[in-house]
């Protein structure tokens, strides 16, 4: 394969709801779109940068920026292009991972339509459906977060993650646990809004039975978590802090995380993303597929990485429902608690014209 053109497609969805996380409020989401072209195929990227570098130094004006001047250059450069010569064209760029991914996942897509093959089948997924999980925002009262969560229980979400930060984590906590009871898979996500001298003060869920806690402290603090992880029972899963599957590995044998969330937009693509999967089942560690507002492009590639057999926590893969009102594919729709793993070639799904270019907000033809 050779690249013949690429566009670059920016989107505009508002949410069915704000989702504020310790580190800012999302009202919609505003995504960049890649989309490659070669003399047989076509595929479809979603890149998961933010508006803001709040989340990660990443964000989606830059990651525009990277794949015009320097990625998508270097690319159409490759003669034998194919899902896996993209890591080895672009790694002498440093960093940019969200960037590198949304353009990865385009020309994987790209490739396994013209092979006739599902990306769930490419990466080994053994599972046809995965159990959805929800991430439920930092809310203004207990009671609207009560209100939210019993929504989400009785769609038949199977794993509630609530948000945190200082002054909000022991009381939605506490109440959730008496509302809902002991049985239902409840975790927490800090989004590293704690330092380590929070330790005694994050001891505190000990006792609710949580799955884990997530990115406690800094995403550069390994140190910080190893010490925190001696300080309270409650496991600690690292979702910022895994950059790649040296991270992971590193991270796992100096004891900072018991868990792993991946996203496969923060560590450069689909297939580091099976490689931290492959690294966590070497050191007995579960994983779970995190998310980040995907629309239905990100969606269906995320469930085809979950279906993998390490992935033995639910993820972050809600339906589409649970974000937008319309989403530019065919919507994912819960059942029984579950999303459907997508079996077409590729990502198996494609924007639906209509839909998309009602958000679209700009669109550009790469040149090279
Ligand atoms: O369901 O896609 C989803 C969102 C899951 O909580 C979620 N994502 O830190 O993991 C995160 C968080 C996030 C949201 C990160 C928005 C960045 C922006």
């Known amino acids: 394969m050779k690249l013949t053109d690429v566009e670059?497609?920016?989107?505009?969805?508002?949410?069915?709801?704000?989702?504020?996380?310790?580190?800012?409020?999302?009202?919609?989401?505003?995504?960049?779109?890649?989309?490659?072209?070669?003399?047989?195929?076509?595929?479809?990227?979603?890149?998961?940068?933010?508006?803001?570098?709040?989340?990660?130094?990443?964000?989606?004006?830059?990651?525009?920026?990277?794949?015009?001047?320097?990625?998508?250059?270097?690319?159409?450069?490759?003669?034998?292009?194919?899902?896996?010569?993209?890591?080895?064209?672009?790694?002498?760029?440093?960093?940019?991972?969200?960037?590198?991914?949304a353009?990865?996942?385009?020309?994987?897509?790209?490739?396994?339509?013209?092979?006739?093959?599902?990306?769930?089948?490419?990466?080994?997924?053994?599972?046809?459906?995965?159990?959805?999980?929800?991430?439920?925002?930092?809310?203004?009262?207990?009671?609207?977060?009560?209100?939210?969560?019993?929504?989400?229980l009785e769609a038949g979400y199977v794993r509630i993650k609530l948000k945190i930060e200082p002054g909000w984590d022991f009381a939605p906590v506490a109440a959730v646990r008496e509302r809902f009871g002991d049985d239902v898979l409840l975790q927490v996500d800090a989004n590293t809004a704690y330092t380590l001298a929070d330790s005694h003060h994050l001891a505190g869920l000990d006792p609710f039975n949580l799955l884990l806690i997530e990115q406690p402290l800094d995403e550069e603090d390994v140190l910080g978590h190893v010490e925190l992880a001696k300080r309270i029972?409650?496991?600690?899963?690292?979702?910022?802090?895994?950059?790649?599957?040296?991270?992971?590995?590193?991270?796992?044998?100096?004891?900072a995380c018991q868990i792993v969330n991946i996203k496969p937009g923060r560590v450069g693509g689909y297939l580091e993303a099976r490689r931290i999967?492959?690294?966590?089942?070497?050191?007995?560690?579960?994983?779970?597929?995190?998310?980040?507002?995907?629309?239905?492009?990100?969606?269906?590639?995320?469930?085809?990485?979950?279906?993998?057999?390490?992935?033995?926590l639910p993820g972050d893969t809600s339906a589409s429902s649970r974000y937008y009102h319309t989403d530019i594919t065919e919507p994912f729709v819960i059942e029984n608690g579950h999303l459907s793993v997508p079996t077409g070639p590729g990502i198996g799904v494609e924007p639906i014209p209509d839909a998309l270019e009602e958000v679209t907000t700009s669109k550009e033809w790469l040149s090279w």
């Open 8 to 101: 670059l497609r920016r989107i505009r969805l508002p949410l069915v709801a704000p989702f504020r996380t310790s580190f800012g409020t999302e009202r919609s989401r505003d995504a960049l779109l890649v989309r490659v072209l070669t003399a047989d195929a076509e595929g479809w990227g979603e890149c998961v940068a933010m508006i803001d570098p709040l989340y990660s130094s990443e964000y989606v004006d830059a990651c525009a920026d990277v794949l015009r001047r320097f990625l998508v250059p270097a690319l159409a450069e490759v003669p034998q292009l194919n899902g896996a010569t993209v890591e080895p064209a672009l790694r002498k760029f440093r960093g940019h991972r969200m960037a590198k991914a």
């Open 103 to 152: 353009l990865e996942m385009a020309v994987l897509d790209a490739e396994l339509r013209q092979r006739g093959v599902p990306l769930s089948q490419e990466l080994g997924a053994v599972h046809t459906s995965v159990p959805c999980g929800v991430s439920v925002g930092i809310m203004g009262s207990i009671g609207e977060l009560l209100d939210t969560v019993g929504g989400y």
């Open 277 to 312: 999967h492959d690294v966590c089942v070497a050191h007995g560690v579960p994983v779970w597929c995190g998310g980040m507002l995907e629309t239905g492009i990100g969606r269906a590639a995320n469930l085809a990485l979950a279906a993998l057999p390490g992935f033995t």
């Open 233 to 255: 029972s409650t496991p600690i899963c690292l979702d910022e802090s895994i950059t790649s599957a040296r991270a992971a590995t590193d991270a796992i044998t100096l004891g």
